[in-house]
């Protein structure tokens, strides 16, 4: 042993404490039915226990939360401190204890000696204790300080947006176009991976700090934009990326395809699509896992993913994200086909019937991803009652209207370009989340929003006034002794 570090890896149980799952036959026709099962307190603390606090893990975190930190607390049987360090950077411990692409795990000092400390599942361990995070967050008395900002979207971005402002007594009025908040945590991500309890807990504690909410309210068409320019301090827009984008594949006309976003979307609203006994999801990502799972789970007997790349080259991939995301929907009869291109839809009675598609090759061209190319000749089909295509969206600003629109600049893939205080190129509109960012995940909008709570508050001209800047997001709070920026400082 040649140092300290060593000394206590020795002392500690390597094996990472196993994290059960419900059987997929109870799950599979289950909304309600989480696939994984919550840590015991023997357990959480057996496993909480393994960490050595390197904190390396943190340096992977967008939000960059005090991963080292909060498990240490809850390896000592703290779970109130957990939540009270997790909130320093995220209002959101049990939702993102489920969901998040835990990019963390994957860099844990332990990935290859007994497996990456489950700190996703330790987070929603300690957060699933509490009902009321009020009860242990010495949250500061709010005092109007004079100023209101105005939040479009009410996903996460947005309400992380919201909660920190409105904590420092900032003024906050909440815009959302839908019946619900939430955003994709609401209209994407089914309720089997995060319950609609999950939601309502943590959402519900940010609406309780007064912040004034709006929903089927949508700018552009019920409020308009100048409106909200001209009548509030400044302007936070967290409106992701809600314009779906079909492939237009000939047939694309007939019943029974949508996409994955209205599907999903009308799902968690309630409504109970007749999806028939096979379905065929177009895509690769999340949103193609979500839509087959959610098939599976509306009595599909058969569902099928066609992608057109290899298997390593699936969105998110690299990743144990990626992994398990594929591992559970295997397991819950879903099929993969790889490297295949669909060319047609074929109706009966105007109502899809199936689909026609072709096999690719993989082609190297220089350095970049092999290519796709369809080998032409062989034309294969798939019989489908139902088509899903979760071919990805797009932002749309079209609510700023001409002139604005003018003023807000782009990257060229579309994102909004913001400065490092989180501001666009319109004095006074900030902006974050998958509008902004290209990680297009929840903990990415959330670090967005910290950014920009932060920028706003500075903006306004109010850091004198906060009421303890404790409360205030600790953005980017190990960059210091990151080597990148020590290269560049
Ligand atoms: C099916 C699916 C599964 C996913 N799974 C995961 C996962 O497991 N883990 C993960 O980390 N990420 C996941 N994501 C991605 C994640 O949900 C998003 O990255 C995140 O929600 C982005 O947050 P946001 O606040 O930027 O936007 P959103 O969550 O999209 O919220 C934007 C909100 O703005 C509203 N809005 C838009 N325009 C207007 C307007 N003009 N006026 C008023 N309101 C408006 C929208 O209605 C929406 O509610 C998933 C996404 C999908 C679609
Ligand atoms: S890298 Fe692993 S061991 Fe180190 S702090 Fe993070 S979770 Fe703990």
Known sequence: MNSAIDQRLALRNFERVKISHEPPEKRIHSFTVEPLMEYTDHEG????????????????????????????????GDPAETIRIVFENLPFPAIIGRVCTHNCEDICVYNDTGGPIAIRHLKRYAADKFDDYGKILDMP????????????????????????LAIQGVAVTLFEARPELGGFMKQGIPRYRLPQEVLDKEIGFITNLGVEVHTNTQVGKDVKFEDLMADYDAVFMGIGNHKARMTGTPGSDAKNIMHATEFLGRVAYGEKINVGNTVVVIGGGFTAND????????GAKKVYILYRRREVDRPGYPSS??????????????????????????????????????????????????????????????PADMVIEATGQESDFSFLGEDYLRQLRLTPQGHVIVNQNGMTTIKGLFSGGDSTNINRDLITAVRDADIAAVGILNYLNVMDQIADDKWLPLVDRWKKYSPSAAIKS
């Not at 496993?47 to 390896?75: K, V, W």
């Not at 839509?291 to 509306?298: D, E, K, T």
């Open 45 to 76: 603390i057996a496993e909480a226990s393994r960490c050595i606090g390197c904190n390396i893990c943190t340096q992977s975190c967008p939000a960059s939360l005090d991963i080292g930190g909060y498990i240490r607390s809850t390896a000592v």
């Open 141 to 164: 008395k709010r005092k109007f300080i004079g100023k209101k900002v105005a939040v479009i979207g009410g996903g996460p971005a947005g309400l992380t947006t919201a909660y920190y």
């Open 291 to 298: 839509s087959s799972r959610v098939s599976m789970r509306l």
């Open 321 to 382: 994200n990626a992994e398990e995301e594929m591992e559970e929907s295997i397991e819950e009869n879903v099929q993969y086909m790889w490297e295949v291109t669909p060319f047609e839809y074929v109706s009966e009675n105007g109502k899809v019937a199936g689909v026609k598609y072709w096999e690719n090759e993989m082609v190297m061209e220089g350095r970049g991803r092999a290519k796709p190319v369809p080998k032409k000749e062989k034309v294969l089909y798939i």
